[in-house]
């Protein structure tokens, strides 16, 4: 196993399945040593199995790669640091954080449970917080010791996040929000030597089979193979990348564009504190402004 990674070690989270899963497979066919974390449970969270994160192993083992599992739940802070101390125990350094596990909960808002908010919230919000944590604290320490740092973290956001989809308001303000953590943290951590991305994908998992995915014809599903999202994750976790920071990909399966960020629009002088007074100018910059994106990351009509 050699190639643009050689020698880098990686930790996966949620890899025991769909996109981690790819991510971990192809990462050691380009030369790392992966830590391959899944709790296994089931797609809303429930449950747990240590099956699926020593399947991915078995599968990097068999190829001539190297790779050890973890079971932890990263949304808890000490689960996510024994999983940054196990990378660093087991291959003797970290390289690459990948923050990909998560759940759904999809509910309309006037139905949404406060367990389905918090859930959603927890595993995917704090689920990217607590490992980057862990591991900014690894390599800033590095980094002050006078060991030269090359880190990545690489976040998953969504389409669901960054353009907004109907019946998930929990999943998608959590996935804005790691976004918005990407950018932040690339800020703070590129004196560190560490650049952090994030990609909004979109592949035929067990997560999108039953949200129509599933019933694409046979060309579009192999252009929907969780396979292709995880050529830009390794290129982003290998040396070559580290002009690149604060950046979130769009990966629709073999479309991959830059994702384009908030930015201040028409703006005007407000003529006093009297809100009535407001009314003509702000139709007038919302139909100037540009629309915001459908699901496709195109304006809406
Ligand atoms: N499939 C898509 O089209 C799509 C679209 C947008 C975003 N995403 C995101 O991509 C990521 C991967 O999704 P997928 O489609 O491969 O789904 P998946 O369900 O196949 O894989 C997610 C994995 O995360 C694991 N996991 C969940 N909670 C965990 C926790 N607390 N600790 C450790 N592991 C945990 C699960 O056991 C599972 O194996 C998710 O963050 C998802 O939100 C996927």
Same mark, same amino acid.
């Given at each position: 196993?050699? +190639?643009?990674?050689?020698?880098?070690?990686?930790?996966?989270?949620?890899?025991?399945?769909?996109?981690?899963?790819?991510?971990?497979?192809?990462?050691?066919?380009?030369?790392?040593?992966?830590? =391959?974390?899944?709790?296994? +449970?089931?797609?809303?969270?429930?449950? !747990? !199995?240590?099956?699926?994160?020593?399947?991915?192993?078995?599968?990097?083992?068999?190829?001539?790669?190297?790779?050890?599992?973890?079971?932890?739940?990263?949304?808890?802070? !000490? +689960?996510?640091?024994?999983?940054?101390?196990?990378?660093?125990?087991?291959?003797?350094?970290?390289?690459?954080?990948?923050?990909?596990?998560?759940?759904?909960?999809?509910?309309?808002?006037?139905?949404?449970?406060?367990?389905?908010?918090?859930?959603?919230?927890? =595993?995917?919000?704090?689920?990217?917080?607590?490992?980057?944590?862990?591991?900014?604290?690894?390599?800033?320490?590095?980094?002050?010791?006078?060991?030269?740092?090359?880190?990545?973290?690489?976040?998953?956001?969504?389409?669901?996040?960054?353009? #907004?989809?109907?019946?998930?308001?929990?999943?998608?303000?959590?996935?804005?929000?790691?976004?918005?953590?990407?950018?932040?943290?690339?800020?703070?951590?590129?004196?560190?030597?560490?650049?952090?991305?994030?990609?909004?994908?979109?592949?035929?998992?067990?997560?999108?089979?039953?949200?129509?995915?599933?019933?694409?014809?046979?060309?579009?599903?192999?252009?929907?193979?969780?396979?292709?999202?995880?050529?830009?994750?390794?290129?982003?976790?290998?040396?070559?990348?580290?002009?690149?920071?604060?950046?979130?990909?769009?990966?629709?399966?073999?479309?991959?564009?830059?994702?384009?960020?908030?930015?201040?629009?028409?703006?005007?002088?407000?003529?006093?504190?009297?809100?009535?007074?407001?009314?003509?100018?702000?139709?007038?910059?919302?139909?100037?402004?540009?629309?915001?994106?459908?699901?496709? #990351?195109?304006?809406?009509?």
């Amino acid at each position: 196993m050699s +190639g643009i990674c050689d020698g880098r070690v990686a930790i996966v989270t949620g890899a025991g399945r769909g996109i981690g899963r790819e991510h971990s497979l192809m990462l050691a066919e380009q030369g790392a040593k992966v830590v =391959v974390n899944d709790l296994g +449970g089931s797609m809303d969270g429930t449950g !747990d !199995d240590a099956g699926p994160a020593q399947q991915v192993v078995d599968e990097i083992t068999a190829m001539g790669g190297e790779a050890v599992a973890n079971t932890d739940d990263i949304s808890s802070w !000490d +689960g996510a640091e024994r999983l940054i101390n196990q990378a660093v125990e087991h291959f003797g350094r970290l390289d690459v954080l990948i923050n990909n596990a998560g759940i759904l909960r999809d509910r309309m808002l006037t139905n949404m449970t406060e367990a389905e908010w918090d859930a959603v919230i927890q =595993v995917h919000l704090k689920g990217t917080f607590a490992p980057s944590r862990h591991a900014a604290a690894y390599w800033r320490e590095q980094s002050k010791a006078g060991n030269e740092v090359d880190g990545r973290i690489i976040n998953t956001s969504s389409p669901s996040g960054i353009y #907004g989809n109907v019946g998930q308001t929990n999943y998608g303000a959590a996935k804005a929000g790691i976004a918005s953590f990407t950018i932040i943290a690339a800020k703070e951590l590129g004196r560190y030597g560490v650049t952090v991305n994030a990609i909004a994908p979109a592949a035929l998992t067990r997560m999108t089979e039953n949200l129509g995915m599933g019933q694409l014809p046979e060309e579009q599903k192999e252009r929907m193979s969780p396979r292709y999202i995880a050529p830009i994750v390794v290129w982003l976790a290998s040396a070559d990348s580290k002009d690149v920071t604060g950046r979130v990909f769009d990966v629709s399966g073999r479309a991959l564009s830059v994702s384009e960020g908030w930015h201040r629009g028409p703006t005007i002088e407000l003529p006093s504190d009297d809100p009535a007074a407001l009314a003509d100018d702000v139709k007038r910059i919302v139909s100037e402004a540009r629309p915001n994106a459908n699901m496709s #990351g195109y304006d809406e009509e």
